[in-house]
């Protein structure tokens, strides 16, 4: 009987200090702790599901005009929350080697493809009426020789690297205005 006893009263407070901590623990949390719970915010950038990918030569954003336009792309992105990305083609400067990338880029469903250079340009010419739901913003530089084909189309859209003034003038802003502008739409 007494080994009974002892064990009821090791149970007891064994049940005692287990609503002991429960207590505490309750307390403890509803009190908040300590003075300041407050979370920092974020640091990320959240983004939209919309994509604005620029399409350039093999030089990539070395290419002055790329690297401007990149800028470009960059500025809105803050704006717009839209992911950006650039791809560049490699080999043959080519309409017909630039093709694929162009189609690589529509099939990550960029929703604004951008492009720098006259293969990227004329693969937009050859190609963009197949994909219809993505906007081509073609960057041109009126001083140098165009494809044989221009690129037309509702889906295309022509930003001269000049301004109406014809000297260069500010091509980043410029870019920016139209990618968020084409993001809008």
């Given at each position: 009987?007494?080994a ?10 064994g ?7 429960a ?44 690297g401007?336009?990149?800028g ?24 017909g ?13 960029c ?32 001083t ?6 221009t690129?037309?189309?509702e ?17 980043r ?13």
């Amino acid at each position: 009987m007494k080994a009974w006893i002892g064990a009821h009263w090791r149970w007891t407070l064994g049940g005692v200090g287990l609503i002991a901590v429960a207590v505490a623990i309750i307390a403890l949390a509803t009190s908040g702790g300590s003075t300041d719970a407050r979370i920092p915010p974020t640091r990320a950038r959240a983004y939209t599901e919309q994509q604005a990918c620029l399409l350039t030569p093999e030089s990539g954003l070395a290419e002055a005009a790329a690297g401007q336009v990149w800028g470009g792309l960059q500025d809105a992105s803050a704006e717009t929350h839209a992911k950006v990305s650039y791809l560049a083609v490699a080999g043959e400067q080519s309409a017909g080697n630039a093709a694929p990338y162009l189609a690589a880029l529509a099939g990550r469903k960029c929703t604004v493809v951008l492009t720098v250079g006259a293969a990227p340009e004329g693969a937009v010419a050859l190609n963009s009426q197949k994909f219809p739901k993505t906007r081509f913003l073609v960057v041109k530089d009126s001083t140098k020789t165009s494809p044989s084909q221009t690129p037309s189309g509702e889906n295309v859209k022509i930003l001269s690297l000049t301004g109406d003034t014809g000297k260069d003038s500010n091509v980043r802003s410029r870019v920016a205005s139209a990618v968020e502008s084409a993001l809008r739409d």
